[in-house]
C-alpha cells in the first residue's frame, strides 16, 4: 500500500497494521504525534537532549507494548501520553535534584531591551513559582490545555476524564494560579 494512502487511515487503522508488522503504520503513527509528545515533554525537562532521548524512548516503550494496545475508543495519543507521564516519573524518581535553569548569560540582549527582559523575565519566574506551588493536577491541566494548546477533546482523552471536567479543572487550576501568584506578589510587598 502506497504511504499516501497509509497517511490518510485514522489511528486504530494504522495500529491493527503495524500489529501486523507494517513498520510504515507505526511511522505514520509516529509522525502524527511526534511533536505533541515532544512538546509535552520539553515542558517539563529542561534541556532538548532530555526532551529528545525521552521522546524516542515513548515511541520505543509504545512499540513494544502494541500487541498489548486495545482500541477503547481514545485517540492513540492518550496511550502515547500515558507512557510519556510514567517516563517522566520515573526520569525524575532517578534524579536527585531539578535540573537548573538555562543561565541567563547564555542569552545575547542588545542594552535597550534589558529592562523589558528583565520585566518579563519577572513576570514568568512568578508565573513559574506560583504554578510549582499549585498540586499537580492543576500543573498537568495547565501544561496541556495552555502551554501545549490541546484541545479540550484532546486533554479529556488524554487524562481519562470528560469535557466537562477538563473545563472544570482548568477554571479551578487557572483561578488557584492567580491566587497564587496575587499571593506571592503581596508577600514580596
Known sequence: MSEEIIQTL????LIERAKRGEVEAFGCLYERYLESIYRYIRTRVAEDRTAEDLTETVFLRSFESLSRYKEKGLR????LYQIARNLLVDHYRQKEEELP????????V????IDDIIVIQDQVDRLRVGLEALP??????????????????????????????????????????????????????
Open 110 to 113: 542588545s542594552p535597550s531591551r
Open 10 to 13: 485514522d489511528d486504530a487503522r
Open 136 to 189: 499537580e493536577e492543576y500543573r498537568e491541566i495547565i501544561r496541556l490545555r495552555v502551554l501545549l494548546e490541546l484541545s479540550t477533546t484532546e486533554c479529556a482523552e488524554w487524562i481519562g476524564r470528560s469535557e466537562g471536567a477538563v473545563r472544570v479543572l482548568l477554571h479551578r487550576a487557572m483561578k488557584a494560579l492567580k491566587r497564587q501568584v496575587v499571593k506571592d506578589n503581596e508577600q514580596q510587598a
Open 101 to 108: 535553569l538555562e543561565s541567563a548569560d547564555q542569552i545575547s
Open 76 to 79: 492513540f495519543s492518550a496511550f
